[in-house]
């Protein structure tokens, strides 16, 4: 793997979970020998497709592969460029209609590595089923983008959520930052306060923490008192931070969602030590922390 060059591009160094990304890819990075550049977009699409562009257009540094999560969409005719050039092209977290038609023209090594997306919502739902018998959901989303994260996870919520609970769905960027907005914003609506919200879900931790903060900042002392008795829960259960959070009590549940870049790095290093084809797509399996069983016996089903 000497002189082995790889970009890891994530999406913003602003949430725990791509964090928990780069550390993944330094600590394969270090034990398999490659050297690697990590960037991020800052939630920015454009900004993204931008840094990749410079980067496969300069030949005199160009690295031998790119590994990206994206912001918005799969990056089609940058992944082109990329393996055009001979750059291999690893996406992370997505399913991609085009992985099979980059295959192709065998250029440059071309993969996935996700996690199962609809398992991690499906499970969420199943953690909404132990928590509340039927009532309102205040459920915080990722950004949108075309068969991405945030879609993926509200499919499968949607599809294992039973009848008896009903969904207010806002928009977040994944950060903390926007969680703790898009409460702000809709505790503004003057029918915030008409809706009797049981529970409040989102698609990750650091949606779920900003949330958690802005009902915290409530003048009302016994409308914040209640708000904070309410259930918080999120999703990417990575350790410091959502699973210590669940352990606090801070959140009353997460999905854990184990990191894809390091084992992008690992397939990516066996595919050139070996020279054969990587797995077109390579899946990682969520689980629930705490288990449902342990939800259902530490917080008895509210009516």
């Given amino acids: 793997m000497k002189n082995f060059n790889v970009v890891v591009a994530l999406i913003t160094s602003d949430n725990d979970y791509q964090a928990e990304q780069a550390a993944a890819a330094t ?9 690697i550049q990590i960037l991020y977009a800052d939630n920015d699409a454009v900004n ?7 980067i496969i257009q300069n030949s005199a540094q160009r690295p031998d592969a790119i590994i990206v999560e994206p912001v918005g969409t799969e990056m089609i005719q940058v992944a082109k460029a990329a393996v055009a050039a001979g750059i291999g092209w690893g996406i992370l977290n997505r399913e991609s209609e085009h992985i099979s038609e980059l295959r192709r023209s065998r250029n440059a090594p071309v993969f996935a590595v ?11 739902a199943r953690q909404f089923a132990a928590l509340i018998k039927q009532g309102n959901i205040l459920y915080i989303e990722g950004p949108s983008g075309g068969g991405g994260v945030s879609a993926l996870r509200t499919q499968g919520m949607l599809s294992a959520k039973p009848v008896g609970l009903q969904l207010k769905m806002i928009k977040g960027d994944w950060t903390e930052r926007s ?6 914003s809709w505790l503004s609506l003057s029918t915030s306060r008409k809706l009797d919200i049981r529970l409040v879900g989102c698609q990750n931790d650091a949606m779920a923490m900003g949330a958690r903060k802005a009902f915290g900042e409530l003048a009302g002392a016994q409308e914040r008192e209640h708000w904070l008795k309410v259930p918080f829960t999120g999703c990417d ?17 997460t999905v854990v969602s184990p990191p894809t870049a390091g084992l992008a790095l690992e397939i990516l290093a066996k595919t050139i030590q070996t020279g054969s084809d990587p797995p077109e797509s390579t899946s990682s399996s969520p689980w629930s922390f705490p288990t449902i069983e342990e939800l259902i ?7």
């Fill in 297 to 303: 016996a530490k917080h008895p089903p509210a009516s």
């Fill in 48 to 54: 993204q497709t931008q840094q990749l562009v410079k």
């Fill in 237 to 253: 259960g990575v350790t410091k931070t959502g699973q210590e959070w669940v352990r606090r009590g801070q959140l009353t549940a």
């Fill in 114 to 124: 996700t996690t199962d997306q609809i398992e991690v919502g499906r499970i969420q």
């Fill in 179 to 184: 969680g703790h907005h898009a409460i702000k």
């Fill in 27 to 35: 600590e394969a990075a270090a034990r398999l020998g490659v050297k």
